[in-house]
């Protein structure tokens, strides 16, 4: 997961706005899966936490992950 996504040199958005995201479908699983990957290998099969993907994703813990 690229921890730059839509973040700009400063840590902010690139245009002073923050935006959501919305997954399709197969986003979603492709997501799920790359987490749940992630998790198996650096975490020994722990849950990363909300916060954790928030910081790794660079997406706002205001509008949290559904599913």
Same mark, same amino acid.
């Given at each position: 997961?690229? +921890?730059?996504?839509?973040?700009?040199?400063?840590?902010?958005?690139?245009?002073?706005?923050?935006r959501g995201?919305? @997954? $399709?479908?197969?986003?979603?699983?492709?997501?799920? +899966?790359?987490?749940?990957?992630?998790?198996?290998?650096e975490t020994?099969?722990?849950h990363f936490?909300?916060?954790? @993907? $928030?910081?790794?994703?660079?997406?706002?813990?205001?509008?949290?992950?559904?599913?």
């Amino acid at each position: 997961m690229d +921890s730059n996504l839509g973040k700009s040199m400063n840590g902010s958005s690139p245009h002073g706005r923050v935006r959501g995201v919305i @997954l $399709s479908p197969q986003g979603w699983q492709q997501f799920q +899966s790359a987490k749940q990957q992630a998790e198996s290998e650096e975490t020994w099969g722990k849950h990363f936490t909300q916060e954790y @993907l $928030s910081d790794r994703t660079g997406l706002s813990l205001k509008y949290p992950l559904l599913g």
